[in-house]
């Protein structure tokens, strides 16, 4: 069973950063897509940036410019540096990790932005 834990969510002012961490207990190495998404209040989850095992990214165009997406493999984690952070930005975050043998998700992490 794979298992996902995300940190780094929390409360931050306008125009502040985060760096959100997900660790994972499997390796990573040659996953196909791990990605980060979020929902916010009433909202359906959307995706936010992806990254995918030849570490090419992919980003929604409201977080392009502000948040990145990486991964380390030797800490078997994908982090999203999100700086710049707008009220709109406020959700639950949710780590993601698709191998070819399953789909797993983290519990998610709160991030509030405060105008």
């Known amino acids: 069973q794979v298992q996902l834990v995300e940190s780094g969510g929390g409360l931050v002012q306008t125009g502040g950063s985060l760096r959100l961490s997900c660790t994972c207990s499997?390796?990573?190495?040659?996953?196909?897509?791990m990605g980060w998404y979020r929902q916010g209040p009433g909202e359906q989850r959307e995706l936010v940036a992806n990254?995918?095992?030849?570490?090419?990214?992919n980003y929604v165009d409201s977080v392009k410019g502000r948040f990145t997406i990486s991964s380390d493999a030797v800490k078997n984690t994908v982090y999203l540096q999100m700086n710049d952070l707008k009220p709109e930005d406020t959700a639950v975050y949710y780590c993601?990790?698709?191998?070819?043998?399953?789909?797993?998700w983290g519990q998610g992490t709160q991030v509030t932005v405060s105008s």
């Open positions: 990254i995918n095992s030849d570490g090419t990214t």
């Open positions: 499997r390796s990573i190495i040659s996953v196909p897509l």
């Open positions: 993601r990790m698709l191998y070819w043998s399953g789909d797993y």
